[in-house]
Structures are given as C-alpha cells and as structure tokens.
C-alpha cells in the first residue's frame, strides 16, 4: 500500500476458463453474442485433461492428458476494456453463450500428428465422395479441404496407391451388382 512499484506476479502462470455451456460443438454455426460491438477471436490449442491430480511433477503432466482440440476464444473486448478499467474480473467478456467454438477432440491414444488425422479424415471423405458422386476430381479435392488439386492427387495417390480418378473407375466397378458391371 502507499507504494509506485508495480507488484511482481506470484507466478509466470496466467489462465482463464470458459463455463462448459460456452462450448460449441463443431462445425455449428453460432449467433453474434449481445451486450457487444467490438468481438475478437484468437485460435487456441485446446488441452483435454483426462485425469485429475495435485502438485503434479512437470514431467508426468502429459499423462494427465487425454486429448487435443483446436479451439475459439471469442472475447467481447468492449467489456473486457470497461472491466480492466475499474479492476474487475473479465468473466462478463470471456464467458458468455458460445465463447468456445471447438473441434471434435483428437484423442491422444491415436498416436497421429493432427496433420496426419486431418490428412486421413479428409482422404477418407474423398474415398466417399469419388464413389457416391459425380464430381470431378478437383471438386472432391476442394470439398475435401484441399485447395491444390495436384497434391489431393499425390496424397490420394500415396495413401491409395493409385490416382483418384482410377480409383473412382476400379472401385466404382467392383461395388457394383455383377449384372450391372460394365465391360
């Protein structure tokens, strides 16, 4: 008291939560919060803690999780500024209805990169569509979260051992009835 210092922080560590009903879970769309003219967003590394603990060593911690996720963080900054004026706990800015738009959660026990994940679900829904569906093969590409056709192909051809378009005629060919296979 009475002091011009600024105090030194009791620990390097900063965190906040969202209330669970913040979650949104993915791929749903959500409504522009109330209460707000001024909403930002920053990308987060979702951390699912899989198992509880206390004074937990640093080199054990990542036994604790059980899961990845990419997240949202939408703050409604306007109230956020009018709390850090008068001192006052963010909880008004950070934790409304929707705050915490978030990916399906990638398990841990997978043993895959997320890039690797993505990469197989995106291949997977290929497969899918080259069976069920017409498209041209840069609109499966483009469907599929690939936005070069020509590295969807090598990815395609990597995973499948051939081209996509000569999986859509071999596989096309051999899941249908055998009277209706053509010559």
């Known amino acids: 008291m009475g002091t011009s210092e600024t105090p030194k922080p009791l620990c390097t560590i900063f965190f906040f939560m969202k209330p669970a009903d913040a979650v949104v879970a993915d791929a749903t769309a959500i409504a522009y919060p109330s209460l707000t003219f001024d ?10 803690i899989g198992k509880g603990g206390v004074d937990i060593d640093p080199v054990d ?15 409604r900054r306007d109230l956020q500024a009018t709390a850090k004026k008068f001192g006052r706990p963010w909880d008004w800015a950070k934790g409304f209805d929707q ?34 569906s017409t498209q041209p093969v840069g609109q499966v590409a483009a469907v599929c979260g690939f936005s070069d056709e020509s590295y969807f192909a090598r ?16 596989q096309g060919h051999r899941s249908l009835p055998p009277g209706d296979q053509k010559p």
Request: charged fraction near 20%.
């Open 99 to 132: 705050s915490a738009p978030c990916t399906a959660l990638l398990r841990k026990e997978t043993g895959k990169s997320f890039s690797l994940y993505l990469t197989e679900q995106r291949l997977q829904l290929a497969r899918t569509l080259l069976l069920g």
């Open 61 to 75: 911690a990542l036994d604790h999780v059980c899961g990845y996720a990419v997240g949202l963080d939408l703050t």
């Open 155 to 170: 990815c395609f051809r990597k995973h499948e051992g051939m081209a996509p378009s000569h999986f859509r005629r071999h």
């Open 39 to 48: 909403l930002h967003h920053e990308v987060e590394l979702v951390v699912a």
